[in-house]
């Protein structure tokens, strides 16, 4: 165990500042391919379809401090002004496909796995939020849908329509030293 958390803390270093060195990934119980360096494009849309990009990385690596976690950490943007998120992957019944991921400031987001995905539903501020990550071939597959419940049209039979919401795409490649042998 010393020997791996030794190497997670090397590749996690890493993929601080670039793809990860010659290393296998490990995968986080019950999610196959989510280990390893990703890194893409996020592709965002406001509510009016504008769209801009900004460099995403996802680095999930075993916790060198916490067996049976993971980092799971978000890069938004490059360099110095690179906004980093810390976050953990808590695995609570992978069999269930049961998950949290920690955000290590008193927030702590469910998650569950559903097919090959891990989906988080929650609320923040007057927004509701589904994020999704996919495990694809080239690495992950990421999506968010945003929308203000209260902003909802009423359409008949109880039915509320929201033709205004955000919505964010990225295909996060796998590190070429991170792929499967």
């Known amino acids: 165990m010393k020997a791996l958390a030794a190497g997670s803390l090397a590749l996690l270093a890493a993929c601080a500042v670039a793809p990860a060195p010659a290393a296998v990934a490990v995968d986080p119980p019950g999610l196959p391919g989510f280990g390893g360096c990703f890194r893409g494009t996020l592709r965002m849309f406001d509510r009016g379809g504008a769209e801009r990009s900004v460099a995403m990385g996802l680095d999930v690596l075993p916790a060198a401090d916490a067996p049976g976690e993971f980092t799971w950490r978000l890069r938004y943007g490059d360099g110095e002004a690179a906004q980093v998120r810390d976050y953990r992957l808590q695995v609570g019944d992978a069999a269930a496909g049961r998950y949290a991921v920690d955000e290590r400031n008193g927030i702590?987001?469910?998650?569950?796995?559903?097919?090959?995905?891990?989906?988080?539903?929650?609320?923040?501020?007057?927004?509701?939020?589904?994020?999704?990550?996919?495990?694809?071939?080239?690495?992950?597959?990421?999506?968010?849908?945003?929308?203000?419940?209260?902003?909802?049209?009423?359409?008949?039979?109880?039915v509320r329509t929201f033709a205004e919401f955000g919505c964010q795409r990225a295909i996060l490649l796998r590190s070429p030293a991170d792929a499967p042998r």
């Open 108 to 158: 702590v987001l469910a998650a569950r796995r559903v097919d090959d995905e891990l989906v988080s539903l929650f609320a923040a501020g007057d927004q509701l939020l589904a994020v999704r990550y996919r495990a694809v071939p080239a690495g992950i597959a990421f999506a968010l849908e945003a929308c203000a419940p209260a902003g909802g049209a009423p359409t008949g039979q109880g």
